[in-house]
C-alpha cells in the first residue's frame, strides 16, 4: 500500500484500479494442502495432475456386442448373415486375458478388456443376442466399437492444471486418473466483524435509533459465495477500547479479515480508522467510486514464532506498548505473520459493492486464483441515469440476459439496501462520464 501517489485520479481520490492492484500486491496465496479428493470440491488446486497411465490404460469395447476379427464379417449383411461359435464372454472388471481365434467370437461388454487378435466389435443391436453360437447382420470396419488405450489422454499429459478452480468434471478427471488426494489452497477463513453501537442482532427488538446489523450477515454469506468458510463475530460498539481486542480475537482464525464501519471521512466516532491507524499497517483511502470511497486496506500482524494453536494472544495494544505506542510506526516486515483486513464502509451498499469489487478478488488471490472477479458483460439501459464527475459509479441494475438489457433501480443511495435485495447487477458508469440515456450500452458487472 505504498506509492499512492502515482494513482491519484483526482483531488486526493485513488482509482479503482490502483487501489484494487495494491491488494492484490500485497495478498500472498495460502501454503497448499493435501485435501482428499472427496474434499476438493470448489478448491483451487495448487499442482499439475497429469495421467501416471494412459487413459484409458487397455484397449476395451464401447458397446455390448461381440469381439470379431473383420474378415470373419465381411461379407455378412442383412441378406446374408453369418455365423459363428461364441467361445467366451467377458464382462467389465474381467482381469483374465483371452485370445480370439478366426472363425470364433467372443461375447463382451462395454469397458471389457478386448480380447487378444479381436479386430471389432459387433455390437448385439446387428446379431441375434445368441450365446453358443452368433448370427451377425453387418460388417464391421477394423477398430469398430473399440476404445483404445491413450485415446482420452496420453501418460504423463496434464489432465487438470495448478490454478484450476475444482468443478465436477475436473473431480471426475482426476478420480478418473487414478488420485484421491491433490494438493489445494485451504478454503480462506474469513472472519467478519461489524461496528457501530447503532447495531442490533437481527431478532432482538430495536427502539428508533438504532437498526439491526445487515452487514455482517451479508458479508459472512458473500464470502461463503466466494468459497470461503466464514463466521462473523458479534457487534462490535463505537468504543475505541473494544475494536482491536474484537478484532485481535479474530486473527488466530482467519485468513482474512473483514471490517464494516467507523472509517468514514474523519469523525470521532471512527473507531475503526482510530484502532487501526496505530498500527501503521492500513492505509485508508478515499477511492474513486461510488458508493464506496472511503476504504481500508492492510494487514494486521501474529507473532511469527507461534504454531497456529498456540500463538500468543498478547493484544496488539500491548505489542504496540512494547513499541512504545508510537503512532504511525509500521510492524517490522518478516517478523510477524500478517493477516490481511479490510476496513470496508457502513453503509450496506457501499460495503456490499466494496467487497464484490475489492474483497471478491483478494479472496481469489489468498487461492491463487485471479479469475473471482464479477463477471463483465455490457447491456441496453432501458432508462436514464446520473453518476458524479469524477468517480466511478456502480449503480444497482436488473440485468435481463437473455435480452441484453439493464434496467437501473430508483433508489440508488447507499443506504437503500431494499433496491440492493432487487438488484441481480451492477451498472459500472466511468469517471468521467455524468450521465447516460436510455438505448445506450453500459458495462454490467453480474451479481453472483
Ligand atoms: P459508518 O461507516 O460507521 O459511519 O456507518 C455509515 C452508515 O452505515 C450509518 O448509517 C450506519 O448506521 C450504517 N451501518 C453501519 N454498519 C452497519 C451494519 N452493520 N448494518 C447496517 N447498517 C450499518
Ligand atoms: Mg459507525
Redesign the pocket.
Known amino acids: 500500500m505504498t506509492d499512492t501517489h502515482a494513482h491519484v485520479v483526482a483531488g486526493d481520490l485513488v482509482s479503482v484500479e490502483a487501489h484494487l492492484a495494491d491488494i492484490l500486491g500485497t495478498i500472498r496465496p495460502l501454503a497448499p494442502t493435501e485435501l482428499s479428493l472427496a474434499d476438493a470440491y470448489g478448491l483451487v488446486l495448487a499442482e499439475d495432475v497429469t495421467a501416471s497411465t494412459p487413459l484409458p490404460s487397455f484397449d476395451n469395447s464401447a458397446m455390448d456386442g461381440y469381439a470379431v476379427r473383420v474378415a470373419d464379417v465381411a461379407s455378412s449383411s442383412e441378406a446374408t448373415p453369418v455365423t459363428l461359435p461364441v467361445v467366451a464372454e467377458v464382462a467389465a472388471g474381467d482381469t483374465g486375458a483371452y485370445a480370439l481365434q478366426a472363425g470364433t467370437a467372443i461375447r463382451i461388454m462395454t469397458g471389457a478388456m478386448l480380447p487378444h487378435g479381436a479386430e471389432a466389435v459387433v455390437p448385439v443391436e446387428w446379431t441375434d443376442g445368441g450365446t453358443a453360437r452368433v448370427t451377425i447382420r453387418g460388417q464391421a470396419e477394423r477398430g469398430h466399437a473399440i476404445r483404445l488405450a491413450g485415446g482420452d489422454a496420453r501418460a504423463g499429459e496434464v489432465l487438470v492444471g495448478a490454478g484450476t478452480r475444482l468443478h465436477p468434471m475436473h473431480i471426475a478427471v482426476i478420480a478418473a486418473a487414478g488420485r484421491g488426494a491433490v494438493q489445494v489452497r485451504p478454503q480462506p477463513r474469513v472472519a467478519v466483524l461489524?461496528?457501530?453501537s447503532?447495531?442490533a442482532e437481527p431478532g432482538t427488538p430495536i427502539v428508533p435509533g438504532r437498526?439491526?446489523?445487515?452487514?455482517?450477515f451479508m458479508i459472512a454469506a458473500a464470502a461463503r459465495e466466494a468459497g470461503c468458510l466464514a463466521y462473523r463475530q458479534a457487534?462490535v460498539p463505537d468504543r475505541p477500547e473494544e475494536v482491536l481486542p474484537a478484532i485481535e480475537d479474530q486473527l488466530v482464525r482467519a485468513d482474512l479479515m473483514i471490517t464494516?464501519?467507523?472509517?468514514?471521512m474523519g469523525?470521532e466516532?471512527?473507531v475503526v480508522k482510530a484502532a487501526l491507524r496505530r498500527l501503521g499497517t492500513i492505509e485508508f483511502r478515499k477511492v474513486a467510486m461510488q458508493p464506496g470511497m472511503p476504504q481500508g486496506f492492510g494487514t494486521v500482524a501474529l507473532p511469527a514464532s507461534a504454531a497456529p494453536e498456540d500463538r500468543s494472544r498478547r493484544s496488539l495494544l500491548g505489542r504496540l506498548a512494547d513499541r512504545g505506542e508510537v503512532a504511525e510506526s509500521p510492524v517490522r516486515p518478516g517478523e510477524h505473520e500478517h493477516v490481511p483486513i479490510f476496513t470496508l464502509?457502513?453503509?450496506?451498499v457501499s460495503a456490499y459493492v466494496s467487497f464484490q469489487v475489492f474483497a471478491r478478488p483478494a479472496i481469489g488471490a489468498l487461492q491463487a486464483d485471479d479469475g473471482l472477479g464479477l463477471e463483465q458483460t455490457r447491456a441496453e439501459l432501458t432508462g436514464p441515469l446520473r453518476s458524479p464527475p469524477g468517480r466511478r459509479s456502480f449503480l444497482r441494475g436488473v440485468l435481463d440476459r437473455s435480452r441484453a438489457l439493464i434496467t437501473p433501480l430508483t433508489g440508488q443511495g447507499s443506504?437503500q439496501v431494499a433496491t440492493l435485495g432487487r438488484a441481480n447487477a451492477l451498472i459500472v458508469v466511468p469517471e468521467q462520464v455524468v450521465q447516460m440515456h436510455q438505448g445506450e450500452t453500459a458495462d454490467v458487472l453480474v451479481l453472483p
Open positions: 461489524s461496528t457501530g447503532e447495531l437498526i439491526w446489523d445487515s452487514n455482517s457487534i464494516t464501519g467507523g472509517v468514514s469523525g466516532y471512527d464502509p457502513g453503509n450496506p443506504h
